[in-house]
């Protein structure tokens, strides 16, 4: 029997390890939930010791006590990008800043694409700085506490703060760099120095590998804290969206991956980036490789915010959002309800519900939020292809694709269809094949993707799908003033 592999991702709301073969059979899969702190409105947090840590501590033991035979390799992802600053002895200073969906440097946006030229730092960074990158989050500290920016000395990620505590080393994947806008440079693939210098003064940046690159080996401190055998290879890892991407085979040219979450990513793999403001432009997983990425602040929350108000299981939501019909009779929803990120990029931006009648029920109001991502989805994809790449292959992947209804009105509402594994794992089971990689105990091109259904859009549908596309399109533009004014009201009761 071959060795095992190892990979453990930290998400929003729960993390998740697993052990894999060579082969990419499934071995063992450990979970662990968790809670995000919103402290105040716009701002999203973790704390990296009783959250990062604490949660791969417990799953590297449930892990080990699985195993049958040794570990040869471990892979770790993580939410991102974020933000973790730390003093000269790699300690935490306060809880990580979260990506995207915190919102709250978008004074510092504006003040540094002010400074350096929004078309500067877009054919730089081949994005243009939004609640998604790192720039503005540093000069937030800065600005916001300097107290803690005093001793800040270096940051980490999810992903590099585990490798850090496994193996001493202080590395950032490329990818993770590439969303740490405006301080990477995507034409050289290293740090944009003259800028990180001007934002953040005397902050150490770390070394930076590819993800499936190792950085290491587990230290004897550390197989003393996690009972893991010192000396196992720890790649570098990644964001977790790009680790699921690779865990599903989504890396060739318009490969292009839906996770379905707490909130929707979309991930093209593409031969080349034409900059484009209305997405992300960032460096790949393996070297050299690139993606345009897209990022809803909502999708799955929102049905949880339904179940939440009704008080009832999702499973009884689902059925009765499958016997309404496609539209949910004249019903239209903006899923901005934390705001939205790709393509409008408003953190003032909030949720509506258009056409309300007596005669709709909650499954109408369900399926109402399901269609809203899809709408979300069309507008996303539509970017895509206006940015140079149309998507020519759709793989769905994540919790929501689990009884079938919300990726069918993916399809119906776009058009396409969808590829879902038959292995849908997560992150982790990307991180494993990345370990596999790394170990040089697989081949680079090694695809553990195993083929599962296909959802393709109903025709029948299309058409009210298209006049409502009309509709939810409209109502943006239609409402944004207004609901920028609710945005600052609400801030000032918070």
């Known amino acids: 029997m071959s060795d095992l592999l190892l990979g453990l991702d930290i998400g929003t709301s729960s993390s998740k390890g697993v052990l894999a073969t060579v082969d990419g059979q ?11 702190s919103l402290p105040r409105p716009g701002w999203a947090e973790h704390d990296a010791e009783t959250v990062w840590w604490a949660d791969a501590l417990e799953i590297f033991r449930e892990l080990l006590e699985a195993a049958d035979r040794p570990i040869a390799a471990i892979g770790m992802s993580g939410i991102g990008p974020c933000l973790l600053p730390v003093d000269q002895d790699d300690r935490p200073l306060r809880p990580a800043i979260l990506y995207g969906i915190d919102t709250r440097a978008t004074t510092e946006i504006d003040e540094l694409t002010a400074r350096y030229g929004a078309d500067r730092i877009l054919e730089r960074c081949a994005s243009s700085l939004t609640s998604q990158a790192i720039g503005p989050k540093l000069l937030w500290l800065r600005h916001h506490e300097p107290e803690v920016w005093s001793r800040t000395r270096r940051f980490f990620m999810a992903s590099s703060y585990l490798v850090s505590r496994l193996t001493g080393a202080y590395v950032l994947d490329r990818h993770s760099a590439s969303q740490c806008d ?13 800028w990180a210098a001007e934002i953040a003064p005397d902050l150490e940046l770390p070394r930076l590998l590819w993800p499936i690159e190792c950085a290491g080996t587990v230290s004897s401190e550390a197989a003393g804290l996690t009972g ?3 000396g196992i290879p720890v790649v570098t890892g990644t964001i977790d969206a790009w680790a699921e991407a690779m865990s599903v085979g989504v890396r060739h040219a318009g490969d292009t991956m839906l996770m379905y979450g707490t909130t929707m990513f979309i991930i093209e793999a593409v031969d080349r980036i034409v900059p ?10 393996e070297p050299g490789s690139r993606t345009l990425a897209a990022g809803m602040a909502t999708s799955g929350a929102l049905t949880a915010w339904v179940r939440d108000l009704s008080g009832v299981a999702f499973e009884r939501l689902i059925a009765e959002a499958g016997a309404v019909p496609a539209g949910s009779d004249g019903l239209v929803a903006l899923p901005y309800f934390a705001g939205e990120r790709t393509p409008i990029f408003d953190a003032d931006a909030r949720g509506l519900i258009l056409g309300l009648t007596l005669s709709h029920s909650r499954g109408h109001l369900y399926r109402a939020m399901l269609e809203a991502t899809a709408y979300g989805v069309r507008h996303i ?3 895509f292809a206006e940015a140079g790449s149309p998507p020519s292959r759709l793989v769905a992947v994540g919790g929501g694709t689990k009884g ?10 776009t058009g396409l269809g969808q590829d879902v594994p038959a292995v849908t794992v997560g992150a982790a089971y990307g991180d494993a094949l990345m370990a596999a990689i790394g170990a040089d105990l697989v ?3 090694t695809d553990w993707t195993r083929s599962g259904d296909v959802v393709e859009p109903n025709p029948a549908a299309r058409a009210t799908y298209d006049d409502l596309y009309d ?19 609400q801030r000032r009761q918070a």
């Open 26 to 36: 499934l071995v063992a899969v450990a979970e662990r939930p968790h809670a995000l």
């Open 182 to 194: 405006p301080l990477y440079d995507m034409a050289t693939d290293e740090w944009a120095a003259d």
């Open 228 to 230: 893991l055998p010192a």
């Open 276 to 285: 484009d403001r209305t997405i992300w432009g960032t460096a790949g997983v």
């Open 381 to 383: 994809l539509t970017a």
């Open 404 to 413: 079938g209804l919300w990726t069918q009105i993916v399809s119906n509402v």
């Open 443 to 445: 081949t680079p091109d």
């Open 471 to 489: 509709v939810y399109r409209s109502l943006y533009p239609a409402t944004r003033a207004q609901a920028h004014i609710l945005a600052e009201m």
